[in-house]
């Protein structure tokens, strides 16, 4: 028929979290087409759904016991994806196949009784038609409408929301935790499951994932994180984080003084200039700069992270203690503890830096070199 053509076979995934044969072929299926169409530079990619795909979708969506997004059934239009034909019976389409003399074929595995779906196409849809003489397909497309308008409008909020609230770093999006507590828990579990998105998590929203999205949002939350895909959502005091599960750790660099290093893992970098003391110099008040008697200190500093049972004597008082527990007063987020740079001379921790600098090396009356040492974000 001249027509260009590509063929492609997919492995399905077996590992967990498992969702189901269907779903899991669907993920495949779907993956190779984005591919395909990235491949070629194409900007959609329609499939042929219709009004009974949305029908019975909805239907079965109820019968799991879903909420407002899973009754907005199958989405005209998602990312690359179209459905032209979603408002159209499949007797209309099959109408037209024959009218046109066009052959098609059909997957032998629709009419496998395993399968949730099948059995509603095949058994329930077509008992509810002949018990109550309705055009069920219809109704159950109409509601789909009316819940997809809902959760169009959620969405819309939600986008605002994360735009306002969101902190992008790192370590992947961070909010302050009270603004979302205040926003109805619809509303907020919405802005996480579209950080989810805006990170390229496009898992399936299970119902256990969505009542444990909950459990996090609650004022007082449990402490377990919520796995979604290959993303974590996590609560530290006052921040919550959607961010990857793992996270690179700080790894240790020299520097070397006057001069700068990038700690690209975390996001930030260290710049180190000497200067001499001026008659006016005031000490720096920014938490992000931090001043030092130079002629105190090695030439060569160090850049690391923090050690198992580590002690810090912070400046100012009142005495030596746990670096853990100082962390977690100054309410540096969990995740952020092990990357929290930390500046060191000879086994001493001068800086824990951006919160905190220790006792050693102060500026002081006899001070005539000052080293300052600033932390940006790269």
């Excluded at 799991?64 to 499949?90: D, H, S, T, W, Y």
């Excluded at 009419?111 to 397909?137: C, K, M, T, Y």
């Excluded at 009270?178 to 496009?202: N, R, Y």
Aim: net charge positive; charged share 30%.
């Amino acid at each position: 028929m001249a027509v260009p053509f590509h063929l492609e076979r997919v492995a399905v995934r077996r590992g967990p979290p498992w969702d189901g044969l269907e779903a899991e072929a669907r993920r495949a299926r779907y993956a190779a087409l984005q591919a395909r169409a990235q491949a070629l530079g194409a900007s959609r990619i329609a499939t042929g759904h219709h009004a009974d795909d949305q029908a019975e979708t909805v239907l079965m969506r109820l019968l799991q016991g879903a909420g407002p997004r899973g009754l907005a059934g199958i989405a005209m239009a998602r990312g690359l994806f179209i459905r032209p034909l979603l408002e159209v019976r499949r007797d209309e389409v099959v109408g037209y196949l024959a009218s046109r003399g066009l052959s098609w074929v059909e997957d032998s595995t629709n009419r496998d009784a395993r399968f949730l779906r099948n059995r509603i196409r095949h058994e329930v849809l077509p008992f509810l038609a002949s018990a109550f003489g309705a055009d069920v397909v219809g109704s159950l497309c109409r509601s789909a409408t009316l819940c997809r308008r809902v959760i169009a409008d959620l969405e819309r909020q939600a986008g605002s929301e994360l735009g306002r609230l969101a902190t992008r770093r790192p370590s992947g999006l961070v909010f302050p935790v009270q603004p979302l507590l205040a926003l109805h828990e619809d509303l907020a579990a919405e802005i996480l499951f579209l950080s989810a998105a805006d990170l390229g998590e496009t898992h399936p929203r299970r119902t256990a994932v969505a009542r444990a999205m909950r459990r996090v949002l609650l004022p007082r939350a449990p402490r377990r994180s919520v796995r979604l895909g290959r993303l974590t959502i996590e609560r530290s005091g006052p921040w919550l984080r959607v961010g990857p599960s793992q996270l690179p750790a700080l790894l240790t660099r020299q520097l070397r003084v006057p001069g700068s290093v990038d700690l690209a893992e975390v996001g930030l970098r260290l710049d180190a200039r000497c200067v001499e003391r001026p008659l006016d110099y005031d000490l720096p008040r920014d938490p992000r700069r931090v001043a030092f008697d130079a002629d105190q200190l090695p030439a060569t500093l160090v850049i690391r992270g923090r050690r198992p049972g580590e002690r810090f004597v912070p400046f100012g008082g009142p005495g030596e203690r746990r670096l853990k527990s100082f962390l977690i007063d100054a309410r540096v987020p969990r995740w952020e503890r092990p990357r929290t740079p930390l500046l060191d001379a000879e086994g001493d921790i001068l800086w824990v830096a951006g919160v905190r600098r220790g006792e050693r090396a102060p500026v002081g009356p006899d001070t005539r070199r000052i080293l300052e040492v600033t932390l940006n974000v790269l």
